[in-house]
């Protein structure tokens, strides 16, 4: 049963970390692909981390692999502040799609 | 699970041939980063996990971080160096051959080594040599000399960078980046607590001073770069910090004299000390392997004349 459940949870897991592989590759500039990143670290690396700790084989080790998850969600998001407000100030303005608006190309 | 060790050989190739034959440094540093990424999985699936807790801190971390930081300091007219590509078809014969000639040498070094290995030596040893781990009896008894001379190349690194010019000081950041000091401090707790275990973990398991001090250098490393630690860089402290970057390594060599004194041979010790000395070794050691690698990140001598 625990099998079953930890294999349903991997497997929910993985779409995300394709879709998200998709995005960095896909995406045009490095805001847009920074948000592709962070949805592997939260969904995709949480589901995967909740379907390995129901599988462990002690509640010990289940909590250390649900550290893992907070400790790469606490590194992943800081991170991707330190790249988006780096690239703020130092790279290009984040894309818009409507060139209408009054706030593009600040 | 033969699918995964080509996987990760053919990864260490390939991140090995990007961080060399693509244009661009930071292109590179980040190849080579990678790289030690690659390594630290290589090392784990050889079963040598503390070995890969190393090259995982240092080869990838550390290192990466270094050449980083050295390159966000170059002028932008020296970053964009390009790797002479143009002679590499007339190179491509030479290397072939050297590449060839080295894994000849360390194929026959393989089928030449005792079957089936030191282990057996090493385990009746191990009641004499004051660590219950294999690997810790190795490094700090019957190999010490290993070790001590590992600790004099870092301090010698030590040595070099400082001669270099004065410490640059850390750019405030925490007005831009509010969130990185903040994360600093938040996680220090929890690599001390890695760095306590590891080092009570390396007398009966894989673990020990290598380890414990590159985790807690790196952890210091991300409190020095974002200006969290001021004592470093100050006059006052000088003295103290040459002492403990040194405790390690005048520890070894105190060690070696007591037992030359003791028992007339270099580091022979008398097996009912030598668990003490271990340990005192060994704390000592990971003391001083961390502040080494965090003195690296000062980027010259600290405690200059204001």
Redesign the interface.
Known sequence: MRELLGAGFILLGIPFFIASTVGLLRFPDVYTRLHALTKVDNVGLGLICLGLAVQASSIAVALKIVLIWG?IL??S??GA??IA??AL?HGPPPLRSDSDDSHAGR | MLVVDLLLALAALATAGQCLLLPGLFRAVANLMAFGLVMALIWVRLEAPDVALAEAAIGAGITGALLLTALGQLPASQRDIQPARDGLPRRIIPITILVLLITGMLWAAILGLPKPGLVEEVATLLPESGAEHAVTALLLNLRGIDTLLEITVMLCAVATIWSLQQAIPPPTLSHYYPGLPTLARWLHPLFLLMFSYFLWQGTHAPGGAFPAGALLGAGGVLLLLTGSIAWMYQRAYNLLLRWLLAAGLLLFLITALAGLLMTGTLYGLPPRLAGYFIIAIEVATALSITLMLMTFYLFGRPGAQQ
Do not use: G, I
Request: aromatic share 0%; net charge positive; proline share 0%.
């Open positions: 400790l606490l590194a998001s800081t502040t330190l407000s780096s100030r």
